[in-house]
Structure formats: structure tokens, C-alpha cells
């Protein structure tokens, strides 16, 4: 978060000419900022907001750039030096905190830091070197200790403030309250941990059905890992098949079955190839949809994917 913070006051509020954006670069990327809005997934806590509230940026939000919106709203707006040093740093942290590629990419992962820390200086100045930046070279050696970032991140404890105030009913005995709601809590969810919660809601009747026999249709569907919705935010999905698809409606059979009728999109392409394909951490460009209609029941589905379109002049 530190290193992700400094970066954007640098380059939006530093005193230092080659990285600091002018006045219209910063306009074009708080613009770029606001128009992801409506295609950011409800999984995320917070949606982009522009920079004139930087200030206010809580650290799920740093997060969230350096991972996700970054390497789309900064593409030509930043140099290519500062934007291709930018990509280091995205990739390097995409590796250690993807549970698959933590361990197999971590060699790779120590590199892309070093060099990102070793240039660091040249583009910002030796004076930005602080501890946060440092800090990075040893995060791979952290992460094949601990797992991935996010097992030893504090965001959890950060976003948790606000609940565990809300615990306390009297200034008397603060932290016992709030311990002893804790543990009811957490026996509650070890009750249900086992359950798995498959639930479709918000019924319509306007979507496509492929001639299915169909007994309801639903604008909206729960699976345990994330949310199928009928809107540009919550709608692009990747199958186990490797496959991306854009959902049009959700229905269930007269057998019970719940079934996502949708179309693929074509071939997808990097959407950048320095310092590495973007497709290996399925980071991609995909191309127009195909008109034919397709179902898939529900267990085909991966991983749900990050739709967003910044349109260029």
C-alpha cells in the first residue's frame, strides 16, 4: 500500500518534473478512474473514485489500482519508462498473491522486484527510497514462508475497525465485548461452513432460453465463491474450460437445474507484453462477442472476470 500510495502523490502531486503528470494527464486519469465505475464487480468494497479524493483512498483502494485498474487507466497517460515500471511492480505483486502462482513464479517474482527497486531511484529520485520500497525485495521470501499476501495482509484488520465498533454496546469492559461477540460469531459460521450457498433471485421473464424448458428466470446468481448478475459489472466469466463468456440470462430447467445462457468471446490477446505476457495471469483483450447463444450449468464456471472498456480518442 505505501509503495502503491507514494507512487500516485508522485505522480499526481510531486514537485519532481519527469514523473509528475500535467494537469491534463491527470484529468485523463481521473476520468479513466470514474468510467470503470459501472463495470466493477459487487466482490470489490469499494468502486474507483477520482483523484481529487486521493486523500481519502483507503488502502483496499491502493490495492485495488496496483491489481485491477491500474495497468488500464494509466495506459497512455504515463511515459512508457513510468508505465512499463509501473507493470513491474503489477506483476511481481499479481504473482505473490495468486495462490496458484505464488510458489511457481516466485524466482520471477524476486526478480521483477529487484529490478523495480533498483530503478526506482532513476525515475523518482534516491530521496523516495524509503523502508516501504526496500521492503519490497523481500516479500517473495515472505510469501514462500507465509503463502500468498493476502494470508499475512493487514486489509482485513483495517476494514474490520468499523465492525468491531459496532460491537461494543457500553464503555465498560470494551475488549471483552467485543471478544465474546467474536467467538459467538465465529461459532455461528463454523455451524454453516459446510453449506454451500448456490441461490438465484430476482425473477424476470424477458431473457433469452434456448428453447430450455424453463420453470423461472433470474437476474441474479449466488455461488460460493462470487455473484452472477445480468449487468456489465458482474457478467464476464471464465469457464474450466478456459473460454470467456458474457452471461444474458440465468434460468432454471423444469428438472431444477440452474443453467447461464450467454455468448464466448473470441480469441483474447495480452493486453500488455512487458514484463510478461499478461495472459498468464488470464489478463487479457478479447475481442466481439459471437452471436450464437450457448448454456452451461453453473459448475463450468471458473472464475468470474473484470469486464471494463475505456473508450480512446
Given at each position: 500500500?505505501?509503495?502503491?500510495?507514494?507512487?500516485?502523490?508522485?505522480?499526481?502531486?510531486?514537485?519532481?518534473?519527469?514523473?509528475?503528470?500535467?494537469?491534463?494527464?491527470?484529468?485523463?486519469?481521473?476520468?479513466?478512474?470514474?468510467?470503470?465505475?459501472?463495470?466493477?464487480?459487487?466482490?470489490?468494497?469499494?468502486?474507483?473514485?477520482?483523484?481529487?479524493?486521493?486523500?481519502?483512498?483507503?488502502?483496499?483502494?491502493?490495492?485495488?489500482?496496483?491489481?485491477?485498474?491500474?495497468?488500464?487507466?494509466?495506459?497512455n497517460?504515463?511515459?512508457?519508462?513510468?508505465?512499463?515500471?509501473?507493470?513491474?511492480?503489477?506483476?511481481?505483486?499479481?504473482?505473490?498473491?495468486?495462490e496458484?502462482?505464488?510458489?511457481?513464479?516466485n524466482?520471477?517474482?524476486?526478480?521483477?522486484?529487484?529490478?523495480?527497486?533498483?530503478?526506482?531511484?532513476?525515475?523518482?529520485?534516491?530521496?523516495?527510497?524509503?523502508?516501504?520500497?526496500?521492503?519490497?525485495?523481500?516479500?517473495?521470501?515472505?510469501?514462500?514462508?507465509?503463502?500468498?499476501?493476502?494470508?499475512?495482509?493487514?486489509?482485513?484488520?483495517?476494514?474490520?475497525?468499523?465492525?468491531?465498533?459496532?460491537?461494543?454496546?457500553?464503555?465498560?469492559?470494551?475488549l471483552?465485548?467485543?471478544?465474546?461477540?467474536?467467538?459467538?460469531?465465529?461459532q455461528?459460521?463454523?455451524?454453516?461452513?459446510?453449506?454451500?450457498?448456490?441461490?438465484?433471485?430476482?425473477?424476470?421473464?424477458?431473457?433469452?432460453?434456448?428453447?430450455?424448458?424453463?420453470?423461472?428466470?433470474?437476474?441474479?446468481?449466488?455461488?460460493?465463491?462470487?455473484?452472477?448478475?445480468?449487468?456489465?459489472?458482474?457478467?464476464?466469466?471464465?469457464?474450466?474450460?478456459?473460454?470467456?463468456?458474457?452471461?444474458?440470462?440465468?434460468?432454471?430447467?423444469?428438472?431444477?437445474?440452474?443453467?447461464i445462457?450467454?455468448?464466448?468471446?473470441?480469441?483474447?490477446?495480452?493486453?500488455?507484453?512487458?514484463?510478461?505476457?499478461?495472459?498468464?495471469?488470464?489478463?487479457?483483450?478479447?475481442?466481439?462477442?459471437?452471436?450464437?447463444?450457448?448454456?452451461?450449468?453453473?459448475?463450468?464456471?471458473?472464475?468470474?472476470?473484470?469486464?471494463?472498456?475505456?473508450?480512446?480518442?
Amino acid at each position: 500500500m505505501g509503495v502503491m500510495r507514494k507512487m500516485l502523490y508522485l505522480w499526481t502531486q510531486g514537485k519532481t518534473k519527469p514523473c509528475k503528470l500535467s494537469a491534463r494527464q491527470r484529468r485523463q486519469l481521473s476520468d479513466n478512474l470514474l468510467i470503470l465505475q459501472p463495470f466493477v464487480p459487487v466482490e470489490f468494497q469499494r468502486k474507483p473514485r477520482a483523484l481529487k479524493e486521493l486523500d481519502r483512498f483507503k488502502a483496499t483502494e491502493f490495492r485495488q489500482f496496483l491489481l485491477y485498474t491500474g495497468p488500464v487507466v494509466l495506459k497512455n497517460v504515463l511515459s512508457r519508462e513510468y508505465f512499463e515500471h509501473f507493470l513491474i511492480f503489477h506483476a511481481a505483486i499479481t504473482i505473490l498473491c495468486s495462490e496458484k502462482y505464488h510458489r511457481e513464479f516466485n524466482n520471477d517474482a524476486a526478480d521483477l522486484l529487484k529490478i523495480f527497486v533498483r530503478d526506482f531511484p532513476k525515475l523518482y529520485g534516491k530521496n523516495q527510497v524509503s523502508y516501504n520500497v526496500h521492503g519490497l525485495l523481500h516479500l517473495s521470501s515472505d510469501s514462500l514462508l507465509l503463502g500468498p499476501l493476502d494470508n499475512f495482509s493487514t486489509f482485513p484488520f483495517e476494514n474490520n475497525l468499523q465492525h468491531m465498533k459496532k460491537l461494543v454496546k457500553s464503555t465498560r469492559l470494551p475488549l471483552i465485548q467485543i471478544s465474546n461477540r467474536i467467538c459467538e460469531k465465529m461459532q455461528i459460521s463454523s455451524m454453516h461452513s459446510n453449506q454451500v450457498r448456490t441461490a438465484a433471485s430476482i425473477p424476470h421473464t424477458s431473457g433469452p432460453t434456448l428453447n430450455i424448458p424453463v420453470q423461472e428466470q433470474y437476474r441474479k446468481l449466488v455461488l460460493p465463491k462470487f455473484t452472477v448478475r445480468l449487468n456489465d459489472a458482474d457478467n464476464t466469466f471464465i469457464l474450466k474450460c478456459g473460454s470467456v463468456i458474457q452471461v444474458k440470462n440465468i434460468v432454471k430447467s423444469t428438472q431444477g437445474k440452474l443453467i447461464i445462457i450467454g455468448r464466448k468471446y473470441s480469441h483474447g490477446r495480452s493486453f500488455y507484453s512487458y514484463p510478461c505476457e499478461s495472459t498468464a495471469f488470464k489478463i487479457q483483450r478479447n475481442g466481439n462477442t459471437f452471436r450464437d447463444l450457448q448454456a452451461w450449468g453453473c459448475i463450468r464456471v471458473a472464475n468470474k472476470m473484470r469486464f471494463s472498456t475505456i473508450q480512446r480518442k
